[in-house]
C-alpha cells in the first residue's frame, strides 16, 4: 500500500471518530511532531554551562547509576 492511500485510509477513519478524548489525542501528537521539526541546535556557551551543571551535579551526588535506571524501566 502506497502512502498516498495510507493517508486517505487514515483520514476516513479520522473522520468517523466520535470521542473527544480520542481527537485531542492526535492534535497532541501532532503539536509534539511539529516541535521536533522546530529543533534549534544550543548555542556553543549553552553547550559548555550543560557540561558544567552535569559535572557538578556528578560531584555533589546528583546522579543515577545505569543498574538504577534499568531497574526503573523494567
Do not use: C, V, W
Not at 485531542?24 to 511532531?33: C, P, W
Not at 556528578?58 to 547509576?65: L, M, P, S, V
Request: charged share 40%.
Amino acid at each position: 500500500m502506497d502512502l498516498q492511500t495510507r493517508k486517505l485510509k487514515f483520514i476516513q477513519k479520522f473522520i468517523k471518530l466520535q470521542s473527544e478524548e480520542d481527537i485531542s489525542q492526535f492534535e497532541s501528537l501532532i503539536k509534539k511532531r511539529n516541535n521536533k521539526n522546530s529543533f534549534k541546535p544550543m548555542s556553543i556557551e549553552e553547550f559548555h554551562k550543560g557540561i558544567d551543571k552535569s559535572e557538578d551535579d556528578f560531584k555533589n551526588g546528583r546522579y543515577k547509576t545505569s543498574s538504577e535506571l534499568l531497574a526503573k524501566y523494567k
